[in-house]
């Protein structure tokens, strides 16, 4: 069974860490396939390597991610415009 298991898994979803394992090939899912466990959409999973446990690449950044980088920045540069009043 879990030879199995590692011959099925072949992706895995960067934001909760879900392991692809469905009979179908990851890639021939449909572009609006979405992770069943945190719905990530398809973009947000990367080739999964068994022997590791890790992903191989990866994808995009979560959006949070980007949007708290973007705050930030934008943050810093307003402190640096108009100084510690």
């Known amino acids: 069974m879990y030879n199995d298991f590692q ?3 072949t992706h895995i979803c960067l934001d909760c860490g879900f392991i692809y394992t469905l009979s179908k090939p990851f890639d021939e899912q449909p572009d609006t396939y979405a992770c069943p466990q945190c719905i990530a959409p398809k973009k947000r999973f990367a080739r999964y390597d068994v022997n590791t446990g890790k992903p191989i690449g990866g994808g995009l950044p979560p959006i ?20 510690l009043q």
């Open 7 to 9: 011959a099925r898994a």
């Open 64 to 83: 949070g991610v980007i949007i708290g980088l973007v705050a930030g920045l934008a943050g810093v540069g307003a402190l640096l415009v108009y100084g």
